[in-house]
T-cell receptor, first 114, second 119 residues
Framework: KAGVTQTPRYLIKTRGQQVTLSCSPI?????VSWYQQTPGQGLQFLFE???????NKGNFPGRFSGRQFSNSRSEMNVSTLELGDSALYLC?????????????FGPGTRLTVT | AQTVTQSQPEMSVQEAETVTLSCTYD???????LFWYKQPPSRQMILVIR??????QNATENRFSVNFQKAAKSFSLKISDSQLGDAAMYFC????????????????FGTGTLLAVQP
């Protein structure tokens, strides 16, 4: 079974631009969560989707948005990029939301904002 | 709000020896899950071990075991017979089991402990 895939793996953008990151969960998984990882702030929760509905959102400005499609693939968008948005963006997928089911992480997208 | 604290930024262990990584958390919830994740230099986050708060028995997975002290809100990870491949950043994470906020997969991570394994 294929793992969680994230595209692109690396991205360089300029301040003020916008970016879209994609996450394809493991087949059959309906829950997708996104995290931002930076040296200063560590791992921070961005949002969580289940069956195309956003269930939870972290404490990030409105420039960060996401969505989930009917095939469970998810995208996150960051508009008006700032230097501080440079980070590793991780997504994780899980079968469902309840229970102690394992969340499987993708390899991440490394975003650099110049 | 729940918080997770890892007070050891870095640890070192000799190959074949045992090391314990510390984690404490704060929550007012009674039902939750705790996890240890490993992040090697490749950055791929891998689940090491999980613990359900309602279970008193400590979880074990091969060379990895936890010491879960619910009253003390402590969740330490013991790695026995350390191997070179164990070198990585280790994150402790908390996940609510539901309650008023509903079920969620949201993980709250600690700041991590960088483990070095000396040959």
């Amino acid at each position: 079974k294929a793992g969680v895939t994230q595209t692109p793996r690396y991205l360089i953008k300029t301040r003020g631009q916008q970016v879209t990151l994609s996450c394809s969960p493991i087949s059959g998984h309906r829950s997708v969560s996104w995290y931002q990882q930076t040296p200063g702030q560590g791992l921070q929760f961005l949002f969580e989707y289940f069956s195309e509905t956003q269930r939870n959102k972290g404490n990030f400005p409105g420039r960060f948005s996401g969505r989930q499609f009917s095939n469970s693939r998810s995208e996150m968008n960051v508009s008006t990029l700032e230097l501080g948005d440079s980070a590793l963006y991780l997504c994780a997928s899980s079968l469902v939301v309840t229970g102690v089911y394992e969340q499987y992480f993708g390899p991440g997208t490394r975003l650099t904002v110049t | 709000a729940q918080t997770v604290t890892q007070s050891q930024p870095e640890m070192s262990v000799q190959e074949a020896e045992t090391v314990t990584l510390s984690c404490t958390y704060d929550t007012s919830e009674s039902d939750y899950y705790l996890f240890w994740y490993k992040q090697p230099p490749s950055r791929q986050m891998i689940l090491v071990i999980r613990q359900e708060a309602y279970k008193q028995q400590n979880a074990t997975e091969n060379r990895f075991s936890v010491n879960f002290q619910k009253a003390a809100k402590s969740f330490s990870l013991k790695i026995s017979d350390s191997q070179l491949g164990d070198a990585a950043m280790y994150f402790c994470a908390y996940r609510s089991a539901g309650g008023r906020g509903g079920a969620t997969n949201k993980l709250i991570f600690g700041t991590g402990t960088l483990l070095a394994v000396q040959p």
